[in-house]
C-alpha cells in the first residue's frame, strides 16, 4: 500500500468521525421531549419541499438545508429552534450553521422523523 492510498484512507476515517461528533450547541431530544419542547419553540423541517409535503410533523414550517442561509430571516430570534429531518443528519448541518450565525442553542429530534411515533400533517 502506497502513501496516496494511506492518505485517503486517513482522510475517509477522518470524515466519518468528523460526521459522527455532536455539534456544540446541539441538544438532541428524544421523540416526547421534543414535543414538550414544542410547545415554547420554532419547529423547523430542513427536509426538501416533496418530504415535507409527503409528511411532516404539524405546526412545522419548511426550510430545507440548501437554502437555509438565504432563509435566515423566517427565523425567529426570540424563539428556541427545534430541527428535524429524516434522520438527523441534515439537523445536525442546519444546526452547525444556525449556531455560528445567530442561535446560541438549537435543538434536534434525535433519530429525525423516521423516530417520530406521533401522527403527521400532509
Known sequence: MGWTEIVFILLVITFIIWRMLPVK?????????FK???KSGQLIDVR???????GHIPGSINIPLHSLRRNMGKISKEKEVL????????????AKILIGK????????KGGISNWPFSLKK
Do not use: D, F, W
Not at 450547541?25 to 421531549?33: A, D, M, R, S, Y
Not at 426538501?48 to 409527503?54: A, K, L, V
Not at 430541527?83 to 442546519?94: D, E, I, N, V
Not at 445567530?102 to 429530534?109: D, G, I, N, Q, R
Open 48 to 54: 426538501t419541499e416533496s418530504e415535507y409535503r409527503n
Open 102 to 109: 445567530t442561535k446560541p442553542v438549537c435543538y434536534h429530534l
Open 25 to 33: 450547541g446541539l441538544i438532541e431530544l428524544q421523540p416526547n421531549e
Open 83 to 94: 430541527l428535524y429531518c429524516q434522520s438527523g443528519m441534515r439537523s445536525k448541518k442546519a
Open 36 to 38: 414538550e419542547k414544542m
